[in-house]
């Protein structure tokens, strides 16, 4: 049985291999708009993880205690996003942007959800330009050759990256 629906909660979903301040900086500006926020890792069998969803799950919760919000949770999904939203009692999912190209990207999955569920409703949110330049990806770059990623990434999550890495090495 779902949840009843309602736009004062809020999903926030993505991979978040590593969480980045960037993940941060648009959480903490979205838990300002709604009274709940749900950030939720993917699980995708497809995909190859640096960090199990167990350890992404322990270091979104650290982080999101260390910012203090308090009307932040965490969970994980498998399968559809519309899916989930739908149990979960979710109308608003929260998307965040950098670059066009992510717009792009964003607006294709948005509108194919929204053919899946049309009442769901995306709200974009453009990243603090301090946080611009900053992608999961290009964090475990330079982490695995060993390169500093302090300040791109909240403190819980530097320290679990630098300890992955020195064991790959």
Known sequence: MSAPATSRVALYPGSFDPFTNGHLDLLVRAAK??????VSVACNPEKRYLFSVAERLDHIARSIKEATLNNVETDSFN???????????VKVIIRGLRVISDFEYELEMAMMNRKLNPSLE???MFTGETNLYISSTRVKEIARFGGCVEGLVPPYVLERLKERFRKER
């Open 33 to 38: 708009i709604f009274e709940r926020v749900i």
């Open 79 to 89: 399968g559809l996003l519309v899916d989930y939203a739908q149990r979960c009692g």
């Open 122 to 124: 995306y709200v974009f």
